[in-house]
């Protein structure tokens, strides 16, 4: 059965429970003018709360029935309100189909320079020894961190990045050399999943 079935099986139900509802409520009237046998509260309000609660609230004031009754004058409205809410958030569901555009990849290559390289050295040793291995290996400051103890340089023209870092592992005081990675901060988010 699609939506289109349950849609009209619930119309149907809820005009025939209306009506029902309706009539019992002019029923009920009509005995208590004939002093006859009555439809109990709790039926008139059950049917109400079957879904009935327009035809309760339309026979009370078409048969001008059960309107001095507390639970009837303020309980059917209440029923009816809170049943069209109920309607209402059955009613309005969005339907979303995600699609996945690409898989999630956690791998994460990141690039580097391909000319400059980080260089951390000892505090107690100093730079001294850095210094006079830069100078001797003809390689360009491309800046000194002072804070953290470390210096960016630049490769010398005529040797590749792998030899230069090698060379500078082994000089005296130099604790750890490393690529200088390049994190490209301004590229567009690509989303991973796409709603419709």
Known sequence: MNDQNYLHIALIYLAVINMVTFFMYGIDKWKAKKSKWRIPE???LGLAVLGGSVGAWLGMKVWRH??????FRYGIPLILIAQI??????????KQHVDAVTPISHEYTPEHSPNVFLVMYDAEI??????????EYKVEIIYDYNIINGMALKKPDGKTLEETMQYFKTVKG??????DHVYHLTDPVKPRLEIK
């Open 85 to 94: 809410v109920l309607l209402f958030l059955c009613s309005c569901r969005t």
């Open 126 to 135: 100093g730079k001294e020894p850095l210094l006079k291995a830069i100078k």
């Open 42 to 44: 709790a039926t008139l």
């Open 66 to 71: 059960k309107t001095l009754h507390k639970k």
């Open 174 to 179: 130099v604790t750890h050399v490393e690529y």
